[in-house]
Structures are given as C-alpha cells and as structure tokens.
C-alpha cells in the first residue's frame, strides 16, 4: 500500500474501533450526503441521490406491475384530520412540526408537516369511493416526510426523509390483507435481488405495529455490527381509518360498507442500509446493481502515447452496456484515484496503461474482495458482465453468511444475554406473547422483537422470558 | 350526437362562457386532481400525476444531457437564511410558511417551508467549493415548494407544487450567462416538442424578474383564451447570493473569487397549460408524446362472439409500441366510452366491431379534429404511428396559429386598449425601459410585460405609453 493510499484510508475511522463514526465518516468522504443548517435534516448529494433514484426507479417498476398508481397528496394536514384517528395521533403527535403561521398572518388551525399521509389520503379517498366497481384503489406517492427526531443519523435517522408511502383500499378483508404481503415480497426483493441484502420476513408484534394499523409487516437485515434494520413496512389497517374518515362504498349486495386498506413505506433509510450492510475500511461497497457508477476506467501512466485515447475508447465501449465513468484527471495519480473510487464503492475498476495496450489486455480489479483479473480487451464487455453479476451474488452471500453467523437461538435468558452480549446479533426464541417479556427483554438485553417470522422454527413450547407456554417465534436484535 | 353524448358534455361549463369554469370543470372531471381539507392545496389524482411523470421523464432527461445531477436540500430554511439576501426576502416574506412549533415545543428559531432553496442550498455550496477545479455545480432537484398564495387555482397557483429548481455556480459570468440561456431553451424544447405549444423566449423586465437576480429570462405561451402563461423561467445572478452566502473559491490566478450563480424552475403549473391551451368542449386534449393513455381500444358490440378477444389482440399488439388502454367494461356503453375517454383528452381512439373484423378493418378517430380514419387491422401499427405524429404537430400548429391570430401590434395607448379588449390576446410594442410606463400600460389594460423577446422586430422608435425614445420591443399580455 503506498503512503497516498494509506493517508486516504486513515481519514476514516477504523469500522471495528467506532462504527457509528466510521459511519459518518463514510457518509462524508463519499459525498452521500451532508449536514445543513437546518439541524436534524441532511441534503443528499449527487452520488447519494444517484443510488436513491435507482433505487426509485427499481420500485417504482415492479409497484407499477402489480396495478400501483402514483399520486400527489398535500404536505400539510389540519390538525382534526390528524386526530381522527386515535392510535394514530398517539403514535406521531410527539414527533409533528406545526406550521401556525403565513406571511405575517397566524393561522386559525394549526397545520402538521406530514409525518405519513394516511389521514389526508383517507378523507380523499372518502370522496372518490362510490361503488365497489371504484375499488380498488392502488395509490402510491414520492415524497418527503418529516418527523422531530430527538437524535438524528443521516439516512437512518433523519427529520426529513424522503420515501414512497403506498396506500390502497379495497372491497374485501382478504384482498388488502394480500396486497399487505404482496407488498412486502416488493421490499424483500428490493433488498435482496437489488441491494444485495437478505431479510428476515415477518410479521411485528402488537407492541411494534404501526400507529393505527392491525397487523404490521416487516423486513429486517443484519448490518455489519449485528445490528438490525427495519428496511420496510407493510401495513394491514381493515377498518380502522375507513370508519373515521368515513370510506364507505356499496357492495355487491347493495348494502354500504366500510373500505378495507393498508399502506406501506420504505425509504432514503435503505440507503444507510447499503452503507452498513457492504462497507469497510476502505469506504462504501456497493453492489453492481444499484451502484451509480458500476465500472471506473483509470488509465495507467496517462502521458504515454495513446493512453488516454485508448481508456476513452474503452469506456465508450463499455457505456453501451454499463454505468461507466472515465477517470482521464490530469491532477491525480492513479493511486489516488484507485482510493477515491474505493472510497465511493465502484464494485469494478479497469486499470488500462501501456503495457497492457501493448498486450491486448487490462486488469479489472474488484472492489468486494481486491481480486484482480487480467482480461484481453476483445472480451473485455463479456467478462464485465460476468465479474459484476458474481460480485453481485458474492455480496449477497457475504452478508447471509454473516447473519447465518450472527444469529443463536436462546432457551433461556442467561442465554439470550451472553450471546447478545457477546455478538451483537440475532437471537431466535420462543415468545409467551405478552408485552411484559417483550420490555423485560429489552431491559435486559438492549434487543426488541425485530419480526416473527413467517418461516417459523419449533425452538420448544417454553417463553425465553417467563417460561410459560409459548407457540411463536421470534427473532430479536439491537436496532438503529 | 347521441343523446348519452350530449349529457356528458353538460356536465361541463361552456369554453367560451366561462373560462375559469370550464377550466376547474375539467380538472375534476379529467379525474386530474381535486380539492383537499388543506385549503389551498391539492390532491394530483393517478391521471394528473401520469402527465406530470411524462413531464419529468422528458425534462430530466434532457437535464442530464447537459450534464445536470439531482439532489435533494431540505425543505425547512432556518430564518436567518431567508433573510441574507434583502432582495429575496422581500419578494418572498409575505408568502412563506411558517414552522414554529415540534411536538410539544416552541422552536427558537422559526423555519420556513422552502417557497424556493436558493438560500439553503447556497450555505452547502458554500461548504463544498474550494478551487477552481470543483467548478461548475450542476445540480438540480424535484421537490414540493410552499407559497402561501390568497388566490388558487388547481395547478396554476396552489399553495403547494411540485417543481424543479436547478441550482449552478460557475468560474465566470460568461458561463453561468450562457448556462441560464440553455436551460431555457430546454424549457422551449419541453413545452414545444412535448406539450406541442409554442412560446415566445425573452427576457424580463426588472419589474418583472425574480427576487434576488440580475436578469430573468422566460418561456411564455399563450392560452385558450388569449391570456398568456409563463411556463418556465431561468435567472442570472451574477454575485448577488455568493457574496452574503460567502461561496468564493481560488480561482486559476489563486485569488479569491465569489461564485456566479443560476437558477431556474418549471413546476405542475405546465399540466395548467396543457388543459388551457388544448382543450376544448369535449374535455382535455392531450397532444400523444406527453398522453399517459396515447390509444384506448373500445370494442363494439362486445356480446357478439370473437370482438372481445380481437380487441384484446388489437390492444396486446399496440402495447408494444404505444401506451394503450383496452375498454371492455361490460357495464358502459361504447358511446359512454367515447365520452369518457374524450374527456379524458386520449389522442386516439380505435373501434373495432364485428363488421371491422369481418372486413379486416378497424376505425381510428382523432381526438383533435374528430376526424375518422379507416384502416386495414395488418397495418395498424403503422398507421397508428402516423397518425400520432400528425396529431402531435397540428396541436402544436393550431397552438401557433392563435397565438399568431392573436398578437396585434400597437404604436399608442389607444390602439393597445382597443386591441387587448377586443381580442385579450398579445400585444408587441416599443418600449422606453421606465417601470412608470409599465406601471400605467397595466393601470390601463390589465397587461403586464410578457418579456423582451429574444428576436426584436424594429416597430419604430417610441414608446407605446409616454411617446419617449424606446429601443425595446416587448410583448404584452394579460395573465394567469
């Protein structure tokens, strides 16, 4: 390692002395994003908001295959709207930022910031729905949203955040509790197929649930400390907005009957799961498929004849079929640029100098696991392919192979303790069902219920906690 | 004119009666977007939203072409912000909304919702710039705004929008210069070649330009009824943010240099001038390149054996190359269906009945000029194409020709009076430069500049208000 890169490499903190800084750092260095001066809320920068629209745009396809349509709902919601619905206003009331002012006017009712649009998309809802021949109604909104975090992380925790909130109505019971789990295979798939991170599925207990809803359904993965991270949430409402906000349509019997709905949400968050789930020493990893730049071309002693020239050549081949980004800057050395891109997480580099012109060939080098691969240039686009598909899966692999490591099952609580104490991971246990072993496990362990998930293991008939009869499954975790 | 038809078409205000109601007549009932319990703001139904996605799709794209990257600032502004640059918030005070309470607490400093994020995004720019060699910032993003206006209007002026605003600082004047120049001819692109309405590019007065910059530039296109709309504007800043915002940078010489700065911003306000400048008594017209449905098949006769299935194949085929909506609601009839889809402005309507199928033939009609075409089923898609296109440049030529029809000129107040009340459409006129005339020619007809257009036509050499040397030709018009 020469002194350049060994320099970039100490301007972040190690990831196995202080992850939550090593964290931050990786959000700085990587020009993700930054702090502004309004506290608590972050602006993402180009090469964050690249991933975020990729993202995006993966969504946004296969919401858009199983029948969603995308609307546009006010950020600003009348506080009676919000009160309408009682769990609901005690879940967000504490964290809602109030405009009471316009110009130089005070107004007469106090307007929230949307913290989720449940409330104003229900009294729409409300007007449109005549008929059962209306239904169903599968909407779904980009947008902002904002919640008065006490303690702010960028992506992870942040006031404003920007999300997709999904929100459907329906004729039967049955058919939104479909669309509730269809929707979350969506997020699933999102994690897994384009960010190269496995989930546990499930389903929350009642102490987890969404404000307002009857049944909440989730995502969680393992990040690289152990920890867990909600990556998505899919909820199961049946009537409990539809009869305040008055949802009603006729049957097919003729007679009036309350809507049945659901909505879910996934965020900028996954974002800070890319960074937690992939990164290392070296700065943010990311997988080809969301990477904003999936190969950087660096030619090698670029005042030699032709070089440069040829590296163009290169990547405008490349650029048909891949992200590419051409790294001719006069002002930086190859080792710099090398660390720069690491930094940024480019899952492949193409070193090209004039040796390797000379012979027909260049070196892709990996950013996963550093591997360098010598490749002659006439196949240079098949084996790009090939190289980022496997650092895809590998990725993939890597990170179920840790949570596979990560994850015990506990009997009892000294159990259940020594091993979080000792990995910071996943505990699986059986659960009697009450919420009072669910805080005594808090208490004692740092962890909450993550999910119980929909693949159910038998780890006996006895709770870890009180020891009474106990038939579900649960997996617990430490959380961001 | 069946008697189905003439119901349909009731339901909505005369054009020509009542301008303004005609115009909210079809946002309701295009199922474009509706009122909300947020006074002032609102809902962008599935339809409204698939216009707008249409709009972004196009104009990102073109953004990106340019070199253009998207971010995301935050929404709230720190009042101290807002009030750094004195031009700018003067023009934007009495419209801003104001945060001053999270939870259950008064915050100590109140923040403003973002009517517009010059001043936010310029204390991170300050943050970010160092040397020459950053240069430029090319960043845009697409977000909700606020301005607490007193008179809406479904998409022309509702409290809340949602936008672009491109943000740029350059090493020199000239290049910010030219960079405002061709963000507006995206503007002209956009709405000419995909909204198929024509405008008139030029500058604005200093009456006339946006709060904080030394010149604005603007597309102005011309409605219905002979009013004109902005469409997009692009403005030069020169120092005026970078200096109080501090965003200087070592320039190639390794002095100290401020920044020169842009911006410019095209909102939902276009989806306005889509309904104003095309639509018609039947409802909203929709030119096909920005027509979320460019094709809806309506089978005739549906009972009788095989119409169905063809009409599928027919729909299935044309899927391929446009967007297309099969009709084969069994509870509607086919002159329902044409209403409805009328009203929905869809370019393009196909039926096919047991005798078309019998003859291998299917009827196009055009939504534009009624038109009904005949055409063989083997070349449908050909023809469909053809037809597209066509309907695409004569709504863009009977665009042109009203605003040609229109546009008067006028050498002296009486004649500008006389023309803007007969005919409310553009008036051309020699202009002397003072704010006074500006202010009197409105007094007077209700007029305001327009801009200074980029081709001059020499009318003479006096103003048209106070008869004094004038080297400025301006376009005139009343406004939305």
């Known amino acids: 390692m020469s002194k350049n890169q060994n320099d970039f490499v100490k301007e972040i903190t190690n990831i196995d002395d202080d992850f939550a800084r090593w964290y931050t750092d990786i959000v700085i260095k990587a020009e993700l994003a930054d702090y502004t001066d309004t506290k608590g809320c972050i602006a993402i920068r180009p090469y964050g908001y690249a991933i975020w629209e990729n993202i995006q745009e993966y969504t946004d396809k296969k919401f858009k295959e199983t029948g969603i349509q995308n609307t546009y709902f006010p950020v600003l919601i009348p506080e009676n709207l919000l009160n309408k619905e009682k769990d609901h206003i005690e879940g967000f009331a504490p964290e809602v930022a109030w405009v ?5 006017n005070n107004l007469e009712e106090r307007l929230c910031i949307r913290p989720t649009s449940e409330t104003i998309i229900s009294t729409l809802y409300s007007k449109w729905l005549t008929s059962w021949k209306d239904l169903p109604f599968l909407y779904n909104q980009w947008c902002n949203v904002l919640r008065w975090e006490k303690e702010t992380k960028p992506f992870l925790r942040s006031r404003e955040f920007l999300w997709q909130e999904g929100h459907t109505i329906h004729e039967t019971a049955e058919e939104a509790k479909e669309r509730t789990l269809q929707m979350l295979e969506v997020y699933a798939d999102v994690s897994e197929k384009l960010l190269a991170i496995p989930v546990i599925k499930g389903k929350k207990t009642e102490t987890e649930k969404f404000a307002g809803a009857d049944e909440t359904y989730t995502i969680e993965s393992m990040m690289h400390d152990g ?11 049946g ?4 009869k305040p906000f008055d949802i009603k349509f006729q049957n097919r019997e003729g007679k009036t009957e309350y809507a049945y709905q659901t909505s879910f949400g996934s965020s900028t968050r996954l974002i800070g799961s890319l960074i937690m789930a992939h990164g290392d020493n070296r700065g943010l990893k990311l ?6 730049i999936q190969v950087v071309v660096v030619p090698i002693a670029m005042h030699k004849e032709g070089v440069k020239e040829k590296a163009e050549e290169l990547a405008n081949n490349l650029k048909e079929k891949f992200r590419v980004q051409l790294d001719d800057r006069d002002q930086y050395s190859p080792g710099y640029k090398f660390n720069h891109w690491e930094m940024k997480g480019v899952p492949l580099r193409i070193e090209l100098g004039p040796r ?7 070196i892709l080098a990996r950013r996963d696991n550093q591997e360098k691969i010598e490749v002659e240039l006439c196949e240079v686009t098949t084996k790009v392919n090939e190289v980022l598909e496997k650092i895809q899966e590998s990725m993939f692999n890597a990170c179920l192979e840790r949570m596979n490591e990560k994850t015990t099952i506990a009997h009892n609580m000294d159990e259940f303790k020594s091993s979080m104490d000792e990995n910071q991971g996943f505990v699986k246990s059986m659960w009697c069902g009450s919420a009072e072993c669910e805080e005594k496990i808090r208490e004692i362990t ?5 999910c119980m998930p929909f693949e159910q293991e038998n780890l006996g008939d006895t709770c870890v906690c009180c020891g009474k009869h106990a038939n579900k499954m649960v997996v617990w975790g430490r959380q961001y």
Chains 1, 2 share one sequence.
């Open 227 to 237: 920890k867990a991270l909600q990556a998505g949430t899919s909820h199961y409402f």
């Open 239 to 242: 009537q409990n907005f539809s």
């Open 100 to 104: 009471t002012q316009a110009g130089e």
């Open 356 to 362: 390797d012109i000379e012979n027909g060939k260049c």
């Open 287 to 292: 997988p080809p498929r969301v990477a904003p």
């Open 446 to 450: 740092g962890a909450k219920s993550r």
